[in-house]
């Protein structure tokens, strides 16, 4: 009997070191894509000074109204604020301004004209209920755009590197309990 729950304690513990480095083994791997992917953003991102906003004026603009620039169909907010002393250009996110200048909210959904003009509209109209809000602007003397959400702050990085924290601190618990565990039978053993 005594045998047999040694050798059921030995297979117990071997699996439970393999889930340990496991995790540990996990967490590295996603610390390596959280550092080659989430970490250059959040490097290069230049949208540091957070100011206050003061809406000047809101606009939805249409395909036929954007300067005969060739741009995809759907509707799009153009918003003006008064930020950091100077008149700026609001937009949505980082990824907004990369996708088209133009805009300064792009609806979520493209496929349906109507639903994604009620969503402008919308956004639209609670510019107007809330005139002066936060943004973010940059250190740069000529910049003339202004962010209402950061994506890539530092809230966004605290998030990501949770679970791979969660996972490795997880994990090298796990090998210490066993580690622990099994110098504690010795130890018995031997008395």
């Not at 949208?47 to 060739?70: A, F, M, P, V, Y």
Request: aromatic fraction near 10%; proline fraction near 3%; charge should be positive.
């Amino acid at each position: 009997m005594g045998k047999k729950l040694v050798m059921a304690q030995k297979r117990g513990e071997t699996r439970a070191l393999c889930l340990g480095v496991a995790m540990v083994m996990c967490a590295v791997i996603a610390y390596y894509i959280l550092g080659t992917t989430v970490l250059p953003l959040y490097q290069k991102s230049v949208w540091t000074q957070e100011s206050t906003c003061h809406l000047i004026e809101t606009n939805i603009r249409d395909q036929e109204e954007l300067e005969g620039k060739k741009v995809p169909q759907y509707p799009c907010l153009w918003v003006n604020v008064s930020a950091v002393g100077r008149w700026a250009v609001l937009y949505h996110t980082e990824d907004t301004r990369d996708r088209n200048h133009q805009c300064s909210y792009i609806p979520g959904s493209l496929d349906n004209y109507l639903m994604a003009r009620a969503e402008v509209e919308k956004v639209r109209a609670r510019f107007h209920e809330h005139q002066v809000f936060y943004c973010f602007s940059t250190t740069r003397e000529n910049e003339t755009s202004v962010l209402y959400r950061r994506l890539y702050g530092p809230q966004a990085l605290l998030f990501s590197l949770f679970w791979p924290t969660f996972l490795l601190t997880g994990g090298l618990l796990l090998i210490a309990m066993v580690k622990i565990n099994q110098s504690l039978s010795i130890l018995a053993a031997q008395k």
